[in-house]
């Protein structure tokens, strides 16, 4: 099987921007959790889909925000972005509850 | 909220010394995770620990859960340089929701 796979790999963007990123599960997995990784702040949980539902929601302010589709791929949204948002966005796929497969990650950069 | 604390944040190690990380959640968990991150890389899945005082190996890895089901342990018996990463401990309470650890770093020391 095809392991996740997350577009684009690295990404620059400048205050106030918006970016949208991109993750494709491994083929039957219907749940889709995103992640955001920085050097000082560990793996900060995001949210998380399942069939198309936003099934648990992380502590990020709503400029963060997320889909799923009906094929399972889900797209995270970052709004008016801050610097702060500078960051590893890791995208992981699951089959129901169980192991995260995660991506490559997406690098953002905010300048 | 569900919490998760794990510790240390870093351990520095010889080659062929031992090292534990340790973790623990404020609730009682369905299950705990482990994964491991290479530098550069990305969290690749270890092991799942589910029962009550479960232990499990892996080669030189051993993998506890407590007998209340809120800690864990990672042990790697006798480091070899290619230990080297970010161990990070994921638990996952009774609504599927995953609290990770903020991980422990090992660098080895040849």
């Not at chain 2, 520095?12 to 369905?30: A, I, K, R």
Request: net charge positive.
């Amino acid at each position: 099987k095809a392991g996740v796979t997350q577009t684009p790999r690295y990404l620059i963007k400048t205050r106030g921007q918006q970016v949208t990123l991109s993750c494709s599960p491994i083929s039957g997995h219907r749940s889709v959790s995103w992640y955001q990784q920085t050097p000082g702040q560990g793996l900060q949980f995001l949210f998380e889909y399942f069939s198309e539902t936003q099934r648990n929601k992380g502590n990020f302010p709503g400029r963060f925000s997320g889909r799923q589709f009906s094929n399972s791929r889900s797209e995270m949204n970052v709004s008016t972005l801050e610097l702060g948002d500078s960051a590893l966005y890791l995208c992981a796929s699951s089959a129901i509850t169980d192991t995260q497969y995660f991506g490559p990650g997406t690098r953002l950069t905010v300048l | 909220g569900q919490q998760v604390m794990q510790i240390p944040q870093y351990q520095h190690v010889q080659e062929g010394e031992d090292f534990t990380t340790y973790c623990n959640s404020s609730t009682t968990l369905s299950n705990i995770q482990w994964y491991k991150q290479r530098p550069g890389g990305h969290p690749v899945f270890l092991i799942q620990l589910v029962k009550s005082g479960e232990v499990k190996k892996q080669k030189r890895l051993t993998f506890q859960f407590g007998e209340a089901k809120k800690n864990s342990s990672l042990h790697i018996t006798a480091t070899q340089t290619t230990d080297v990463g970010t161990y990070f401990c994921a638990g996952q309470n009774n609504a599927g929701k995953s609290t990770f650890g903020d991980g422990t770093t090992l660098t080895v020391k040849p």
